[in-house]
């Protein structure tokens, strides 16, 4: 079986590239692409099975690496002369497998034929560690001259990710996204915070970090080939200790910068960042936009879709009236028909005056009736606390340590951590300095 090749490589050293393709026993040179929407619109219409790419194409990026692969075609770097400067980059944009001019014929062969090669190869080992004491909270080894290297690399310790997603209706995402991601770090585990939502972030204000700050939108940014570890731990604020937080798009209308790859690598890098990456999800899974065009479409419900289907965790957070409930019943099934975990169902805002006498077991019968739903964690209304909470710009662990919500809370926590919550203490709330 015959492979066709799909060249994007720069116009200096192509017309060579080709003959040596040429010459390969099987494999035949289907179409020599001009430029990177060239070779896009060559893999989108199946005139390929494999492009060799060199890393100077202009606006070469993970996203656009992804999108051959979606069509069945696998992407393999090429140099001319075995730069390592291009390969180290195509392979930040993860590319896997490179070729060059001067590679043997053999090798040249296996590297266009690879079985099961169609997409990008990513790469799935460990993160690189951190070369230094900063940041304290990273749970990564320190690298040294002597110390040695891994025995067993693959079972490196990855941070699991939880994402908190629910329907619209603000039934309050945001606020059981941050006050169990700030649990989990109180607990002694290394936690990562992403805002993700792109109708209405809300992080950056929940916990008094400036909109100016360098956050979803700057690591989006860098994933065209710079973005690392080290890079991922300057962008995420340290809010307090082992607690980071990756702020997201201070105004909605800049959601095309924040693109379904990028999401992808940004997550990877913060399960070596941080034992648990907490991601406060928007209400949207809809693929409507894909609807509207005849080529690759924007998608601004992808961040959302990618944190879904990269979770090992999800809360499914609903509010505690006639139409939170309902519309949690519909997002029971909504989410069902996209990739992600198991729903874990939250209950918001649970009071009497909304949905009648020992409100407990009437929303755990109206769920199980409706949606199947059981196991469910409720979350108490406590107004006055998240009130306080909002205007001071903190956690509701530093603001009203000893609140109702704020126990509920903790016992959520506690189910991944292992840690016990709190008993109710005798002292006040805890002040602290407002964050810069």
């Known amino acids: 079986m015959s492979v066709t090749v799909l060249t994007a490589l720069s116009h200096t050293w192509e017309g060579r ?52 692969g979606a069509h069945g075609v696998a992407v393999v770097g090429a140099s001319p002369d075995g730069d390592e400067e291009q390969e180290r980059r195509l392979r930040q944009l993860g590319v896997q497998r490179h070729v060059h001019l001067a590679t043997p014929g053999e090798d040249l062969v296996d590297s266009l034929t690879v079985p099961g090669a169609a997409g990008v190869a990513v790469a799935s080992g460990p993160q690189q560690t951190w070369p230094g004491r900063d940041p304290p909270t990273a749970p990564v080894a320190l690298v040294t001259d002597s110390t040695p290297p891994p025995v067993a690399p693959a079972e490196a310790v990855r941070g699991r990710v939880i994402a908190v997603w629910g329907p619209t209706g603000a039934p309050g995402r ?18 990562v915070l992403i805002d993700l939502d792109t109708y209405g972030a809300a992080v950056a ?40 937080v990756l702020t997201g798009i201070p105004t909605p209308n800049r959601w095309p910068e924040i693109r379904p790859a990028a999401v992808e690598q940004i997550i990877d890098l913060s399960r070596s960042l941080g034992a648990f990456v907490v991601l ?31 979770a090992d965790d999800l809360l499914l957070v609903g509010s505690a009236d006639p139409v939170g409930l309902q519309r949690m019943v519909r997002a029971v099934q909504g989410v069902g028909q996209v990739a992600s975990p198991t729903p ?35 979350l108490p209304e406590d107004r006055a606390a998240t009130d306080a909470a909002l ?34 203490r005798a002292s006040g709330r805890v002040l602290r300095r407002r964050r810069p």
Request: glycine share 8%; hydrophobic share 45%.
């Open 17 to 68: 590239m080709v003959e040596i393709v040429d010459r390969l026993p099987g494999i035949a040179v289907g179409r020599r692409c001009v430029d990177l929407a060239d070779l896009l619109a060559a893999a989108a219409a199946g005139h390929g099975d494999v492009a060799p790419v060199s890393a100077d194409l202009r606006g070469l990026d993970r996203d656009a690496l992804a999108h051959p």
């Open 174 to 191: 945001s606020t059981v996204a941050v006050n169990p991601a700030s649990e989990l770090a109180a607990a002694g585990a290394p936690t």
């Open 205 to 244: 204000q929940l916990l008094s970090v400036l909109d100016e700050a360098p956050g979803l939108a700057s690591a989006a940014r860098s994933e065209l080939g710079t973005l690392d570890l080290m890079g991922l731990a300057r962008l995420a604020v340290e809010v307090s200790p082992r607690f980071r």
């Open 280 to 310: 406060d999800l928007g209400f949207a899974i809809e693929d409507d936009e894909e609807l509207s065009y005849d080529t690759a479409a924007p998608r601004r419900n992808a961040a959302t879709l990618s944190g879904l289907a990269e």
């Open 344 to 378: 874990r169902p939250v209950v918001n805002r649970l009071r009497a005056s909304s949905v009648g006498a020992d409100p407990r077991r009437r929303v755990e019968e109206s769920l199980a009736r409706f949606a199947g739903v059981e196991g469910i964690t409720f």
């Open 391 to 424: 205007l001071a710009g903190m956690t509701l662990a530093e603001c009203d340590p000893d609140s109702e919500l704020r126990r509920a809370i903790a016992q959520l926590a506690g189910t991944f951590s292992g840690v016990v919550a709190p008993a109710r």
